[in-house]
């Protein structure tokens, strides 16, 4: 580890033996003669993409008023305190096949799965923003999620390869990026150290030393340099790291004596499906908190999915509770679910709000776009996708609006599912993404999912 005198570099590593840890924006990291106002002038920015299954029971979801002042339909209600952080954006569609197999690929790449042994989508949007805001960092994109294939019976549907319903990311229309669903991996990727070796990282985890452990020393010995509110800041990072540690142990040695069976699951997958999404979301801000990532991807469940939700009262499969036939109590189940997903996002955007990050905070520094590559989970459409934008990307976007991007219909065929007259490409949305992150793009997508423009996002 060097210090300068003058200021801490940004990539400060903190190193010991199989461990390694980056540090969070310090105020000593800012040269004397930088002022802090262009700092705030120019904040990093981040970017990240949540995907949930199975659509959304769309009148639980969908607010009646358009612009601010909208309520809370049922399952945002988790956002009341973050609502002035969130904009909600209807009417848009996607064109395609109504397998479970292209919902990913709408939401994330504005193209169609090919069918057969063939592998070909589009560069997802996570990815194209990586290329232009993630080459300076550790790792330019991050891939999360909750189940794969592995994990699931019946788990592709058709003549379609599961790689597309097993991820959201993809560097080319060629090649799918791995999601990686267990939190250890994570954490040993993130702070194992990219210089150790493997033997030193073995050898830790054997002696259960704790990463925070392993870096005492360097710890020690960087405190001194630091004034007493960067040193809070840097002791309240490194408890969360340790926090994060200690879960994922406890999540092990849960399943340890549960004498769990799971041959095809890897060992630190936690049981609770509560736990597992938080404890990567926790992950997704500690990397971004030590810009060690500014692009991140998860999928909170895959399409197919069959967990149930006991601790909500929900013991169907998510899969058939979106099968619903528009019956009462079973939409209920639906809404109930979708509120939950909701309610662990909201967490996540609360955790990023109250971490500091320049002359703001990672939320007020970062956008996420969250939603389901599909609408009405019980015929599977993909009209009026639910959509939602969080964070304020750096000033870019003012929050707390509904943006109605189609042309609401004045009746409804069904009654349960809000009808519009006029629909807007999910891709012209990501076209206005892309832009705000400073990619000179005028279209995207791929045949009958391309963009025809941009959602004015003013």
């Known amino acids: 580890m060097f210090i300068s005198k003058k200021h801490l570099s940004r990539r400060t590593i903190l190193r010991g033996l199989g461990a390694s840890v980056a540090l969070p924006l310090l105020d000593a990291m800012i040269p004397a003669r930088t002022a802090l106002a262009q700092t705030a002038a120019a904040p990093t920015l981040r970017f990240g993409t949540v995907y949930v299954p199975h659509g959304v029971i769309m009148d639980a979801w969908m607010p009646t008023q358009v612009g601010k002042d909208f309520e809370l339909p049922l399952s945002l209600q988790p956002l009341a305190a973050l609502r002035q952080h969130v904009n909600v954006v209807s009417g848009l569609y996607s064109e395609g096949s109504n397998t479970h197999s292209c919902c990913p690929g709408f939401f994330s790449s504005a193209a169609e799965a090919a069918r057969g042994k063939t592998i070909l989508l589009n560069t997802s949007l996570d990815q194209v923003i990586a290329e232009k805001i993630g080459r300076e960092t550790t790792f330019p994109s991050m891939e999360f999620a909750i189940e794969d294939s592995t994990m699931a019976l019946g788990s592709c549907v058709g003549d379609f390869l599961c790689a597309y319903m097993d991820t ?57 340099a630091l004034a007493s509110h960067d040193q809070a800041r840097l002791d309240e990072y490194l408890e969360n790291v340790r926090e994060i540690e200690r879960r994922i142990v406890r999540g092990e040695q849960q399943r340890t004596e549960a004498n769990v069976e799971a041959p095809a699951t890897p060992v630190g997958v936690p ?188």
């Not at 389901?372 to 959509?387: C, D, E, I, Q």
């Not at 519009?420 to 045949?447: C, H, R, T, W």
């Open 168 to 224: 959201i990311s993809w560097r080319t229309p060629t090649q799918p990026l791995p999601m990686e669903i267990n939190p250890r991996v994570v954490f040993e990727r993130m702070f194992g150290g990219d210089a150790a070796t493997p033997e030193a990282r073995r050898a830790r985890l054997e002696q259960s030393t704790s990463v925070l452990d392993a870096i005492a020393e360097d710890v020690h010995g960087l405190k001194p």
């Open 271 to 458: 049981a609770s499906y509560s736990e597992h999404v938080s404890l990567m979301f926790e992950l997704q801000a500690l990397a971004f908190q030590a810009d060690m990532t500014r692009v991140t991807s998860f999928m909170m469940s895959r399409e197919l999915s069959g967990l149930s939700f006991p601790e909500i009262g929900v013991a169907d499969g998510h899969h058939p509770t979106s099968h619903n036939n528009y019956d009462p109590k079973q939409m209920e189940k639906k809404a109930k679910i979708d509120t939950y997903n909701m309610s662990l996002f909201a967490a996540f955007l609360e955790r990023l709000k109250n971490t500091p990050d320049g002359e703001g905070s990672l939320l007020d520094h970062s956008l996420f776009i969250y939603g389901s590559g599909m609408s009405n989970g019980n015929v599977h459409n993909h009209l009026n996708l639910p959509v939602l934008l969080a964070g304020g990307a750096g000033g870019r976007l003012t929050g707390g609006r509904h943006i109605q991007a189609g042309k609401l219909a004045a009746e409804r065929d069904q009654p349960q599912i809000p009808k519009f007259d006029e629909l807007k490409p999910i891709a012209n949305l990501q076209v206005s993404l892309m832009q705000m992150y400073g990619v000179e793009q005028e279209s995207y997508g791929v045949g009958k999912c391309a963009s025809n423009g941009t959602i004015d996002l003013a």
